[in-house]
């Protein structure tokens, strides 16, 4: 999506951490996700954020969010060759419930 | 758990076909939420649906159309088959504005 972006691609070894980064645009979002896609599959909800917190740590995951500027990531640590997918970041805003999306970040992990 | 149910799970029209694709959100779950997803994109917001009515609209098509019905499920009309409607249409369902979760998806392929 235009008003949300995220970098094309990511290169990771196994065992070490990622980070992928997303910046948005639009000050009135209210929640901020972060979806998985397998090739082929659907979207699986990984974390979300409520745009009132700075951090939120789920196990191999932690959000980390910059509101001041727009700026959201995604941390996995430890990642594993089962983490490799495509992931994005979403933002809920203000008006309405509908998701927009980012353009997606190619995780690869190599073994 | 159960999850959002799509059929079909692949479907293959001509151009100038109609298509009719069917969403069973998750148990207790009263919105529906449709996305398109293009070769290498992002999902786009099509449509979505609380208690039986239209919520919001987003890059809808004309040509296409969609309800959701007293048992909750929805369906996606979609008329006058283009090659560019060939895409990954995700459904998501949510407990009024909460998480959503995604199906895994129905690709259409447009010959």
């Known amino acids: 999506g235009e008003d949300v972006e995220q970098s094309l691609f990511l290169s990771v070894r196994e065992g070490d951490s990622s980070v992928i980064n997303c910046t948005y645009t639009?000050?009135?979002?209210?929640?901020l996700y972060w979806y998985k896609q397998e090739p082929g599959a659907g979207l699986q909800l990984l974390t979300y954020?409520?745009?009132?917190?700075d951090m939120k740590q789920d196990q191999r995951l932690t959000v980390l969010l910059n509101k001041k500027d727009k700026h959201l990531s995604l941390r996995i640590a430890d990642t594993q060759t089962g983490d490799s997918a495509i992931y994005f970041c979403?933002?809920?805003?203000?008006?309405?419930?509908?998701?927009?999306f980012g353009g997606g970040t190619r995780l690869m992990v190599k073994p | 758990a159960a999850g959002v149910i799509q059929s079909p799970r692949h479907l293959i029209k001509e151009k100038r076909e109609t298509a009719t694709l069917k969403c069973y959100p998750i148990?207790?779950?009263?919105?529906v939420y449709w996305y398109q997803q293009g070769p290498g994109q992002d999902p786009q917001f099509l449509i979505s649906?609380?208690?039986?009515?239209?919520?919001d609209k987003g890059s809808i098509p004309d040509r296409f159309s969609a309800q959701q019905f007293s048992d909750y499920h929805s369906e996606l009309n979609m008329s006058s088959l283009e090659l560019g409607d060939s895409a990954l249409y995700f459904c998501?369902?949510?407990?009024?504005?909460?998480?959503?979760?995604f199906g895994p998806g129905t690709r259409l392929t447009v010959l």
């Open positions: 998501a369902s949510s407990l009024g504005d909460g998480e959503q979760f």
């Open positions: 639009d000050s009135s979002s209210t929640y």
């Open positions: 954020i409520f745009s009132n917190m």
């Open positions: 979403a933002e809920r805003r203000n008006a309405g419930n509908m998701l927009t």
């Open positions: 148990p207790r779950h009263d919105t």
């Open positions: 649906f609380y208690e039986k009515m239209q919520s």
